[in-house]
Antibody, heavy 123, light 107 residues
Framework: QITLKESGPTLVKPTQTLTLTCTFSGFSLSAREAGVGWIRQAPGKALEWLAL???????RYSPSLNSRLTITKDTSKDQVVLTLTNLDPVDTATYYCVHRRISWSGVEYYQHWGQGTLVTVSS | DIQMTQSPSSLSASVGDRVTITCRASHGIDNFLNWYQQKPGKAPELLIYAASSLLTGVPSRFSGSGSGTDFSLTINSLQPEDFATYFCQQSFRPPHTFGQGTKVDIK
């Protein structure tokens, strides 16, 4: 059974750096084809894809946030960490950690999601 | 980025209705299209991947179709638990962008 859980601060100040940790179980991020990503959702808004890290340490970022985002993995702890610098109130959102899977035809999809963690950016 | 446009943004329907939501990609994405359902206060749940593959355990009243730039999600005989917001997502190329969502509520 695959589970993911996000942890981190619930309130951060503008200009600060946000560090979120995804702790997962039920799979290994060192296994071929594995991947863990981050997706966020501002209150009442659509889902926004942020970043993805693969088993081979390949990383992909949203171009609009690329300069502010960093994703890393610690396979020994079954964790993925996302950092977002220079926070602004518009970064207020629920941040989800997701498990990336790939179909036999090569289509990536996110079958398992964490419960999400609401991060508020406010002074 | 590949832009995903869903329509309608919201719709009202009754239990038993057939509902269709469409999703259009700004560039061709073959069948790299997924559909998610989200209920208030909950994380999204995957329904369909690769445009038309139903995730195991998802009721067969849900179906997906399309390829290239135009896709659709159909719910046959809408059930009370189907009232939710639905999102399409492309995974053809990062960033794996989402549509803006379609809220299905009770008429």
């Amino acid at each position: 059974q695959i589970t993911l859980k996000e942890s981190g601060p619930t309130l951060v100040k503008p200009t600060q750096t946000l560090t979120l940790t995804c702790t997962f179980s039920g799979f290994s991020l060192s296994a071929r084809e594995a991947g863990v990503g981050w997706i966020r959702q501002a209150p009442g808004k659509a889902l926004e894809w942020l970043a993805l890290i693969y088993w081979d340490d390949d990383k992909r970022y949203s171009p609009s946030l690329n300069s502010r985002l960093t994703i890393t993995k610690d396979t020994s702890k079954d964790q993925v960490v996302l950092t977002l610098t220079n926070l602004d109130p518009v970064d207020t959102a629920t941040y989800y950690c997701v498990h990336r899977r790939i179909s036999w035809s090569g289509v990536e999809y996110y079958q398992h999601w964490g419960q999400g963690t609401l991060v508020t950016v406010s002074s | 980025d590949i832009q995903m446009t869903q329509s309608p943004s919201s719709l009202s329907a009754s239990v038993g209705d057939r509902v269709t939501i469409t999703c259009r990609a700004s560039h061709g994405i073959d069948n790299f299209l997924n559909w998610y359902q989200q209920k208030p206060g909950k994380a999204p749940e995957l329904l369909i991947y690769a445009a038309s593959s139903l995730l195991t355990g998802v009721p067969s009243r849900f179906s997906g179709s399309g390829s290239g730039t135009d896709f659709s999600l159909t719910i046959n005989s809408l059930q009370p638990e189907d009232f939710a917001t639905y999102f399409c997502q492309q995974s053809f190329r990062p960033p794996h962008t989402f549509g803006q969502g379609t809220k299905v509520d009770i008429k």
